[in-house]
Every structure is written in C-alpha cells, then in structure tokens.
C-alpha cells in the first residue's frame, strides 16, 4: 500500500466555517475578542468542542450544546470570519485540497442580527481572495446555507445576499440545520428556482439522519445538483436510480456520521458506500467538520477508507475526480471573480 496515498490534488465539497477552524485558531480569535469561554484552559477547551469514534454526540445535541451557542457564537463578526475563511482555505491548501467549498450561514455570524450581514459576506469574501492571492493554484468559493429552522423571509434574504454576491465568489446555496415540523420544502420550491435562474448551484442537506422520504421531497421538488449526506438512499433503489437519472452527486462524509451516530461504524458506512458503487450513485468524500473531529483532515479520510478496505485506491481517485467535475466553483482561481 501506498503510504502517501494521496498523492494527488485533492478537492473538499462540503466543509462548514465553524467546524473548519482549526482549534489553536479558535483559541487565538476568542481571545483576541474577549469571549467568555465555557473551558479557560487550552486543551479543555479542545477536548470539549472536539468528537472522535469514541466521544460521540447525537447530531442535534451536539447542535444545541455547542455548535451554535459555542462555534458560530465564537466565529461571529468581520474580524472572525475573515480571518476564519482565510485560515481555512490556506490551511486547506497546505494539506494538498487544491479546491475548496466552504459552506455557512452569514446570519449565523452576525451576532442574532447586531452587525451588518453585508460586512459579515465581505469579510469572508476578503478571508477567500487573501488566499487565493497566496496561492495562484487554489480554488475556492462560499456556498450560503439557508437554516430549516429559520423562517422563509430569512431563508430569502440569504438567497437575496447569494445572488448580490456571486460575482465575487459566492457559488451555490445549500439548505442545512436540524428538522423542523414548521419547515415546507414546497415553500422552497420558487426560492431555489430564483437562485438557479441567476446561475448558482444547488446542494441540500437530507438523508443524513432522517427518513428517505424527505429525499425524495428534495430531489422531486428542489432538484439539487448535489446532496449533502444523501445516506439513507442507500435503502431505496428507486431512489438510488433517480438520483443518477438526474445526475446528483453526493456528498459523503464518514467521520461526521460516524461521530454523530448517523451511521453505527466503518462497517455500516462500507455497506453503504459498496451499495452506492454497486449502483452506480455518484459520490464524493468530504469532511464535513474537519477540525472538530479528531484525525478527519480530508486525506486522512482517504486514508481510512483505503486502510479499512471500503473503498479501493482507484475508486478513491474516482471519488476525488467527480469531486473536481461536479464542483460549484468556476475555472480560474481568483481571476473568475474579477
Ligand atoms: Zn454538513
């Protein structure tokens, strides 16, 4: 086995700002701005934002207890975001992901509202052009998530802001957050076709920990280029043939679901990513959260799935080159948003 596998340029669909930030960053934008941390201690504070195979959290507990009222409270405001983005996608690049989309929810940055969400997107859009200035050969671009727990005129400024800004390398909108009985897909229906017509793409959070029916609703009525997660179409064949019919990719990403309980184990996960193989669905690897878990850098993903005998190292390349085809971001580097 190859040890450096993998050698190649690597690309990262589906990774969130606030689970992006790698610890020793975190520490150093909390300080910088005084918060109140819930560890004073370094390595406490690590140990308490960080999961692994062993420490793991259901997906919505992990949401209330720290994800939003720690990490998005923590990377709020322009200081942080920017510096947050820039950091992110240079880090990325120092571990060989040649091609970055970062993912968040501007309106989880701006402090329930206090700052100005223009100055928020600006800065992160400061963060991705300092990087790319660094680095002629990366690419990157912002994808806004929309929240199902937030209401529809919300959701729609946030689709308002995408379109101001996708000149400047906004590429996509995605749809995340935990369920919610108040939330209507159909409601979502014009909101997304808008952001089509305007020329960005389409990526929905589904089949992660809920049923395959509310996956259905989001490839029938949305028709996403792509979905995040999309697991639970691995019990559905029907489901499985119209996701290639309408050629949607997925985005996998096993550590998040591992340490979520989305999926019991690697076995579980083997048996998932064998059937999509065998039936030809269409799917990329990812992180996800890849500075709160531990060890879940994208190439050690890759690692790991060779290493545990669920992928081979020719479908793992695969998995990275559908990942460069089926990307939001445009040729070019930084001169694609010039
Ligand atoms: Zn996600």
Redesign the pocket.
């Known amino acids: 086995m190859d040890t450096a596998f993998p050698s190649f340029p690597l690309a990262e669909l589906?990774?969130?700002l606030s689970t992006s930030i790698k610890p020793s960053v975190y520490w150093k934008i909390a300080q910088a701005q005084g918060f109140k941390l819930p560890k004073r201690n370094y390595k406490e504070f690590i140990e308490y934002i960080t999961l692994s195979p062993e420490k793991r959290m259901n997906l919505n507990d992990y949401f209330e207890q720290i994800y939003h009222p720690l990490l998005d409270k923590l990377s709020s405001g322009t200081y942080a975001v920017e510096k947050a983005t820039y950091e992110i996608m240079t880090g990325a690049y120092r571990n060989n992901i040649k091609l970055i989309e970062l993912?968040n929810n501007p309106m989880k940055h701006n402090q329930g509202g206090e700052l100005d969400l223009d100055h928020i997107i600006m800065a992160m859009l400061r963060g991705m052009e300092r990087a790319l200035l660094e680095h002629e050969d990366l690419s990157a671009g912002l994808i806004f998530c929309l929240a199902r727990e937030f209401d529809f005129g919300m959701n729609h400024v946030i689709v308002e802001k995408a379109i101001k800004y996708k000149r400047r390398g906004v590429v996509g909108i995605?749809i995340?957050g935990p369920g919610n009985s108040d939330f209507r897909i159909d409601e979502y229906k014009g909101l997304v076709q808008k952001a089509k017509g305007e020329g960005l793409k389409i990526t929905i959070?589904t089949g992660?920990a809920d049923d395959a029916d509310d996956m259905w609703e989001v490839v029938e009525k949305l028709q996403p280029d792509r979905i995040?997660?999309g697991l639970r179409a691995v019990k559905d064949k029907r489901l499985m043939e119209q996701l290639i019919k309408q050629n949607i990719v997925l985005?996998i990403?096993p550590l998040?679901n591992i340490v979520t309980n989305a999926v019991k184990d690697l076995s579980e996960m083997k048996t998932i990513l064998r059937t999509f193989i065998d039936n030809g669905v269409k799917f990329t690897i990812n992180t996800?959260?890849p500075e709160v878990i531990e060890d879940a850098h994208l190439w050690r993903q890759y690692q790991l799935l060779l290493k545990g005998k669920i992928l081979s190292e020719d479908e793992l390349k695969k998995c990275n080159e559908i990942a460069f085809q089926s990307s939001f971001i445009p040729e070019g580097g930084l001169n694609a948003y010039l």
Request: glycine share 6%.
């Open positions: 589906h990774a969130h993912r995605d995340a959070h992660e995040g997660h985005e990403c998040s996800d959260w």
